[in-house]
């Protein structure tokens, strides 16, 4: 069953949503939204970022981890996720306008919506940036829409970004924003040691989203 939309309703959102990624709908408006609610919203489903977890890839969490975030008592204080997490919000704005200065044919948009799955309502997605490009002009433009996902990492693990390679944790995330929004393609933009930037693009892989989606609803049937 899909939830109706939490928050105020935006008709614009909507629309800009089933216009561009019919597989998802708006769950939330995003724009208003304190820390507190919107920590609590993320309890109603899972999310992108911890589908590396669920998938028993991240090194530092795992499936239990993410069953007890789910499901401990309301009131509970989140855990502090330290200064690494305080810094990578801090410059997500300064990556994704660099991501945006060297890629021109990219508009970078920052769109606060929290997304949910049509066909499987307990992915929740909450996208850094959509990017789009232009194909055509006049009456013929057509957009081409896609994902940026945002990452600052220290320098001590900047070899996983040597080379154009991306961390299977992170891909575990991309592509879960990629299963539900139904878009083709994401980069991942990363700022390395604070002064080396990486970018690459990966595409949709139809075998690891199914994995996800499998892996997912299992844990999400348990916490149910």
Known sequence: MVAAMKGPKNDWLEEFVAANMPPAILYADTSEMGRDEWLKTRRDGLGGSEAAAILGLDPYSGPYAIYRSKTVEEG?????????AYWGNVLEDTVAIEFGRRNPEF???KIPVMLQSREHPWMLANVDRF???????????????????????????????????VPIRVLAQVQFYLAVTG????????????????????????????????KTKELWDRIQ
């Open 131 to 165: 990017i789009r490009t232009t194909n055509g002009t006049g009456k013929n433009r057509k957009y081409e829409y896609g994902v940026l996902e945002v990452k600052t990492r220290s320098a001590y693990v900047g070899h996983e970004w040597d080379d154009g390679k």
């Open 76 to 84: 509970e204080p989140e855990p502090d996720a330290g200064e690494p």
């Open 107 to 109: 508009e970078v948009m």
């Open 183 to 214: 878009l083709q393609f994401v980069y991942v933009a990363c700022l390395v040691g604070g002064q080396r930037f990486a970018a690459t693009r990966v595409e949709a892989n139809p075998e690891m989203q199914a994995l996800i989606i499998e």
